[in-house]
C-alpha cells in the first residue's frame, strides 16, 4: 500500500513503512490548483479516480487518468 503524508507544501510517499526515493516533491506536482501555501487534508476517491485537496473552506481536486 501506499501512503502520502504531507506538511506545509510538500509531501513524501511511503510503500508499507518505506519512504519511496526522492521525496519530498511540492505539493504543486500532483496538479493545478493546489494552494501554493499547503493544504489541510486530502482524500482520493477511487471510484472517481480523483483526489480532492482542501485548504480552509475551498476544495480543489485532481484526476489519475492514463496519459493525462
Known sequence: ????FHT?????????TTLQPGYPHDLITLGSGIPPHGIDSA???EDVGKTYFFKGDRSVY???EKNS
Open 8 to 16: 506545509g507544501n510538500k509531501y513524501w510517499v511511503f510503500k508499507d
Open 62 to 64: 485532481t484526476s489519475h
Open 43 to 45: 482524500i482520493w476517491w
Open 1 to 4: 500500500h501506499l501512503h502520502l
